[in-house]
């Protein structure tokens, strides 16, 4: 009891003075022949902390005799100091109590006294500040008979005191304020980041914050909680590698003929693959021609001509006709010379260039 009484003191200025009547209900050892009997008890508590509390402690009791019915009543006055150790919370308060009194049992026989120790615990339940209820209960021990007795109560407390007597520390004196440009709340001179937008939640350090750590503001970035090591783009998303795949047709043919000639099907079987690999991916078809002739004949024969291999590739190996679009350029894009037999050939081409754009 007075190890505890010593840890407390140092928070004693701060607690409550707390006045705790109650009425118990009080049984006794068989040895002391004395009947149950109610119990006045008037307590006054020193709240040393919000864990630990002193109290004294008076009760009155006046018992019948149990089994000799003519001896005197008995009158018992009992008092003792007790120390409650709190366990926390806020309404609901429980404790346990240790603690060491004297009593004087007085009839009109005799009287004897007998020091007493006394262990239980109890619960205090706070209706505001000053008021609560408190619930009790004790066994209590003869030091001297080794006889043991019991106690219940119930009680309304009143509190009151507890003002700080503690020296306050002096306010410290006002800084002043400190420039805050981009006005996220940290001064110039410890913002690592100048130009916060406005409204943006930033850090001590004037940073906007990056909850996932994958180095993009949470402010931009778009695809939050992104695992921790994974590699992203400047939107904080899963960094996509992207790669251009892309495909070549060309088709020559004979001099006045829109005939596709057999040797150049793998070459449109080639564009089909390709096409039917890259659903997204559209095609134009280009018609060409060498220069013998009218121009615009050679613009009808390079129209019929991409219209050929168009249909190839709808008929022959079911490409979609949406995805193609088929153009006769006639004679204006040659790529070689059309003074020459060989430049002539090159000349009267359909080609095709398809291209995708791979994500991995």
């Known amino acids: 009891m007075a190890s505890a009484v010593v840890v407390a003191t140092p928070a004693m200025a701060g607690g409550q003075w707390i006045v705790n009547p109650a009425v118990g209900y009080q049984g006794f050892d068989g040895d002391r022949d004395l009947d149950e009997a109610a119990t006045g008890i008037i307590g006054l508590e020193k709240q040393l902390s919000d864990q630990w509390g002193v109290e004294l402690k008076y009760m009155y009791t006046s018992a019948d005799n149990k089994y000799n019915v003519k001896a005197q009543d008995v009158d018992l006055q009992q008092g003792s100091i007790d120390v409650l150790r709190y366990l926390g919370g806020e309404k609901w308060k429980p404790y346990l109590a240790l603690g060491l009194g004297h009593a004087d049992f007085d009839s009109d026989a005799r009287t004897a006294g007998e020091t007493q120790a006394n262990a239980g615990g109890g619960v205090r339940y706070a209706f505001d500040q000053s008021w609560s209820a408190r619930f009790d209960a004790r066994v209590i021990n003869s030091l001297d008979n080794e006889q043991t007795d019991g106690i219940v109560s119930l009680g309304v407390s009143y509190a009151f005191g507890g003002s700080d007597a503690s020296p306050k520390a002096a306010p410290a004196p006002l800084k002043p304020t400190e420039k805050d440009t981009d006005g996220d709340g940290v001064g110039d001179t410890r913002d690592r980041c100048a130009g916060t937008p406005v409204g943006v939640v930033v850090n001590a350090s004037g940073c906007p ?4 750590g994958d180095g993009v503001p949470d402010y931009m970035d778009k695809c939050p909680k992104t695992p921790a090591g994974r590699q992203v783009d400047d939107q904080g998303c899963k960094f996509v590698l992207s790669r251009t795949e892309q495909i070549r047709m060309e088709v020559n043919f004979a001099s006045n003929s829109a005939d596709v000639p057999d040797a150049y099907l793998p070459e449109i079987e080639k564009v089909a693959k390709f096409l039917k690999q890259y659903g997204g991916v559209s095609a134009v078809v280009e018609g060409h021609s060498d220069a013998s002739g009218s121009d615009a004949y050679n613009k009808v024969l390079s129209q019929r001509r991409a219209d050929a291999v168009k249909a190839e590739l709808v008929t022959r190996y ?14 204006e894009r040659p790529i070689a010379s059309n003074d020459t037999r060989e430049g002539r050939r090159e000349n009267r081409r359909v080609v095709a260039v398809l291209k995708a754009e791979v994500s991995e």
């Open 209 to 212: 914050l990056d909850s996932d």
């Open 318 to 331: 079911g490409i979609d006709a949406s995805r193609l679009t088929a153009i006769g350029y006639g004679e």
